[in-house]
């Protein structure tokens, strides 16, 4: 088969590869119909993780269709199509059974195109099968249900809910790349009052304002002084940071109100200052973590029901040889105006 190899910092290759094969009773062989490039894939490439080892397929966010499954799989059958999510959960663990997956102790976790090949192929060993894919109804198209491998979750997990947003809030969302802009989705999923963009590049923030912002800011000197314009002096009840620098988490902190929530989607690869000496008399809840995918079935109900605009994210669409092209376009996403760009199987 075809896969997308990791070579060491800056290296790549669409390459040939040995077709995966089940190793344990529970794993499944999927047949890679549709599949998308992460921010965090190109995190890998700059060498930013470690764990990931020269001669690994990368992706964690993909859409097949199970051609193998092991004799100890029970939930899904060859020829269904399913998600192939960016977490895998052994789902007998500690973690996996009060539905944290993303901490799986198990061997699951994030894994795929991390610490075992991933979905950027023609085929997939998807480990646990039964419980890290979701079998997907015909109402929802491969397009849509890319997003539910990573963005939608994480965004909503990791962002929304440990930011509890709820009905008449203010909230703040600080990068909107993919991530920010599924935060601003579903942030409205809880009726906030107002929504505030903040981005570095003015097409973003125009993107920001498609997805429902009601204002977007470039992070300059003047950008906390509006905020604080904007919520009556005091700040965001809920202040969302997704981009994972430290001159973005020190914004979102500054950005919140007494008794608010800063929620850390960021994956940082730097200390950040943690301003305890103003912070500490401000009641603030700071949260952060790695995307769970517990919320994964909700979202795919919704989606099933028309409640996303898959197309406004999907800004690029390629057939899977060309998966060389796809992450040049989206490694210059601010010349490309790349958001997600999703391959097809031809
Ligand atoms: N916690 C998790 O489980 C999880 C899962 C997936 C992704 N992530 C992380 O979420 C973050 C966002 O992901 P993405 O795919 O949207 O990334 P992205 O790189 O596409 O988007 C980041 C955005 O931040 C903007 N930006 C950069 N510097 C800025 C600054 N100083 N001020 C304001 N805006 C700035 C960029 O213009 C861009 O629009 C990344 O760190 C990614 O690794 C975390
Ligand atoms: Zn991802
Ligand atoms: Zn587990």
């Known amino acids: ?33 549709a599949v998308t ?65 993303g901490q ?21 060993r998807v480990p646990f099968a039964d419980t890290s894919t979701y079998r997907l109804p015909d109402s929802v198209t491969d397009e849509a249900a890319l997003l539910l491998a990573d963005i939608l979750p994480t965004s909503y997990e990791v962002g929304v809910l440990a930011g509890r947003v709820s009905p008449g809030q203010s909230v703040a969302v600080v990068g909107a790349g993919p991530i920010g802009l599924a935060a601003i989705t579903t942030a409205k999923l809880f009726s906030p009052s107002r929504i505030i963009a903040i981005d570095k590049a003015q097409a973003r923030c125009d993107a920001a304002k498609d997805f429902g912002a009601d204002a977007s800011l470039p992070p300059d000197e003047r950008c906390a002084e509006q905020v604080m314009a904007m919520t009556d002096g005091l700040g965001v009840d ?18 919140v109100r007494p008794g608010g929530h800063v929620a850390n989607i960021g994956v940082h ?10 912070l500490w008399i401000k009641d603030v809840t700071i949260t952060t973590g790695l995307v769970d995918t517990f919320s994964t079935a909700t979202l795919l109900r919704m989606t099933a029901a028309g409640r996303f605009d898959s197309g406004a994210f ?33």
């Open 314 to 346: 999907v800004t690029h669409r390629f057939g899977l040889d060309e998966m060389q092209d796809a992450y040049d376009v989206f490694d210059r996403a601010a010349e490309t105006g790349a958001l997600k760009v999703a391959l097809f199987r031809t």
């Open 238 to 255: 809920v202040a969302i940071e997704a981009v994972g620098i430290p001159e973005t988490f020190e914004l979102a902190t500054r950005l």
């Open 37 to 101: 490039i992460c921010g965090t894939d190109l995190h890998i490439l700059k060498g930013d993780v470690p764990e990931t080892t020269p001669g690994r397929v990368l992706g964690h966010e993909a859409v097949g269709t199970v051609v193998e499954a092991g004799t100890g799989v029970a939930g899904v059958r060859v020829g269904d199509r399913v998600l192939a999510s960016c977490i895998s959960a052994c789902g007998r663990c500690g973690y996996c059974r009060v539905g944290r997956y």
């Open 1 to 33: 088969m075809k896969a997308l190899v990791y070579h060491g910092p800056g290296k790549r290759s669409w390459q040939e590869f040995p077709d995966p094969a089940l190793i344990d009773p529970t794993d499944a062989i999927v047949r890679v119909d």
């Open 269 to 278: 690869g730097k200390p950040a200052v943690l301003h305890l000496e103003d």
């Open 104 to 124: 799986c102790l198990g061997g699951g976790g994030w894994i795929l195109g991390h610490t075992i090949d991933g979905v950027q192929a023609e085929y997939v």
